[in-house]
């Protein structure tokens, strides 16, 4: 491992806005975020696959009566994000190290409002299907974790992994809206707040366009059948090994 990436983790231990294996506060955080972390009874909104935040980062300014963590494996990225935090003292931000198939031992039932999904890694091969992040076993979980109501952001430049999630979600009947393949010239423009990613970047910089939707869960919507318990992997975040990605 690079000295850089060993000097961010180092300073990753340290800091309060970043929640990793092996702090105390890890194991705890289901259902407390609004106690332990935040201090206050906002609501929280997630940002998923963020690697350096920019949502988080971003949104928590415009919005400093709501409250953000940036979800993703890799400690060197969150670093990012959470050096823009502390640069720009936003208390509303908060970045947790985990697999995003293991939401639900870090959020209660309805504990969030709010999931952005932003340029998730495609999985374009037919065996990964399960890992991408609209696949219904991902559905599930946000499902579970989501108040009634709460709205999922979904932006990708990849068309396959856009046109599959349309029809996953039209296959369950969930709500869609704001749909379009192409962002920038739409009028949904608007509600990401000039914020663009660092992967955003560079898809644009390549001529692609970007596709976006939101859906959320119709009343009495059952995700029961959606159920497979291979797809989580039978250890506890807390305990068992970590995967080698989360190591690296
Ligand atoms: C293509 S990058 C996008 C990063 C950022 N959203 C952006 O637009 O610049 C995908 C990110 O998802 C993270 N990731 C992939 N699978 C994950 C999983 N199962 N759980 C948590 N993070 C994951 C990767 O570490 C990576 O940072």
């Given amino acids: 491992m690079s000295r850089r990436k060993l000097k ?17 506060l890890y194991q705890n955080l289901k259902g407390n975020w609004n106690e332990l972390i935040f201090k206050n ?18 949104l928590a300014e415009k919005f400093p009566d709501k409250n953000f963590i940036g979800i993703d494996l890799k400690g060197d990225r969150l670093w990012y994000g959470s050096n823009v935090a502390l640069e720009k003292q936003l208390d509303n931000v908060a970045f947790l190290r985990c697999q995003i198939q293991h939401l639900n031992y870090f959020f209660e039932k309805h504990e969030v409002a709010e999931i952005w999904i932003v340029f998730p890694d495609p999985r374009p091969k037919k065996g990964d299907a399960k890992r991408r992040l609209t696949h219904p076993r991902f559905l599930k979980i946000y499902h579970e974790i989501l108040k009634p109501g709460g709205w999922v952001n979904f932006k990708t430049d990849n068309k396959q992994l856009f046109e599959y ?7 369950l009947e969930l709500t ?8 920038y010239n739409s009028p949904f423009l608007e509600e990401h707040y000039g914020i663009t990613t660092r992967y955003e970047r560079k898809f644009s910089a390549q001529g692609l366009t970007i596709n976006y939707l939101k859906f959320k869960y119709k009343e009495g919507f059952s995700a029961d059948h959606l159920l497979d318990k291979s797809f989580v992997e039978m250890y506890s975040p807390f305990e068992g090994k970590l995967s080698r990605e989360m190591e690296c």
């Fill in 165 to 171: 999630s349309v029809e996953t979600l039209e296959t």
């Fill in 176 to 183: 869609l809206e704001a749909l379009t393949r192409d962002l």
């Fill in 41 to 58: 009874s906002n609501e929280i909104v997630l940002e998923l696959a963020c690697g350096r935040g920019e949502y988080s980062t971003g």
């Fill in 8 to 24: 961010k983790f180092a300073q990753n231990e340290e800091r309060k806005n970043i929640l990793e294996p092996g702090k105390p």
